[in-house]
């Protein structure tokens, strides 16, 4: 199987197209005004008409309102929600959108009560559990209480890197890895390089194992 990469918060035009040519199957743009990553919607509208046919476009979200979620996908044409906060199934499946639900990891179980309760979603992806913070914190956490058992595609964030992601997909064996400060120069503004050596690196393990 082949692991599928996303490069998140994503906010100038140049990135997004560098993230494409490195052979990201996904970019992600962040609708969250209190993240350094956040974009408008009009700057994401542009940013999101210039990918390339193939890439999965995906709006992060954390705690919005239903009226913030309708604006944004009046004007930005997105393929997947990503929901980061502490959203309902109910709340997630009410849009015309595929989607899939984060959860920040602390205790053994949590993700198996999450794919029961997300099971509607498109994947189920874990990162790290930061008090007050939804994502982008830049931790990882103890990827042994991932289990085995997978109702839905899995995405492992937190902390990965060129130098970390091999291990993370060779231990964890996730359907994919979302990386977003594991690949800047400073916050919202990534490396061209960085992400050509982390998509390689994931590259790389598959091609061996």
């Not at 994401?44 to 239903?66: I, Q």
């Not at 979302?178 to 400073?186: A, F, P, Q, T």
Request: negative net charge; proline residues 5%.
């Amino acid at each position: 199987m082949r692991t599928r990469v996303k490069i998140c918060g994503l906010t100038r035009l140049q990135d997004v197209a560098a993230a494409v040519e490195a052979g990201a199957d996904a970019v992600g743009f962040v609708f969250y005004e209190p993240s350094p990553r956040s974009v408008s919607v009009d700057a994401a509208a542009r940013l999101v008409r210039s990918v390339a046919p193939f890439v999965v476009t995906t709006g992060l979200f954390v705690n919005p309102s239903r009226q913030f979620v309708e604006e944004v996908l009046a004007s930005v044409p997105l393929d997947l929600l990503q929901f980061h906060g502490d959203e309902t199934p109910e709340f997630c499946n009410s849009f015309p959108a595929r989607w899939m639900k984060a959860i920040r990891v602390r205790e053994q179980g949590e993700i198996e009560q999450a794919f029961e309760r997300f099971s509607s979603a498109s994947g189920l992806l874990v990162d790290a559990w930061v008090a007050d913070k939804y994502g982008g914190t830049g931790q990882s956490f103890n990827w042994e209480l991932i289990p085995d058992e997978r109702p839905l595609p899995l995405i492992l964030a937190g902390g990965l890197a060129s130098d970390t992601v091999a291990t993370a997909v060779k231990q964890v064996r996730p359907w994919g890895v979302d990386v977003s400060g594991g690949v800047e120069i400073s916050k919202g503004i990534k490396s061209a390089d960085k992400m050509i050596d982390f998509i390689s690196e994931v590259h790389r393990v598959d091609e061996t194992d």
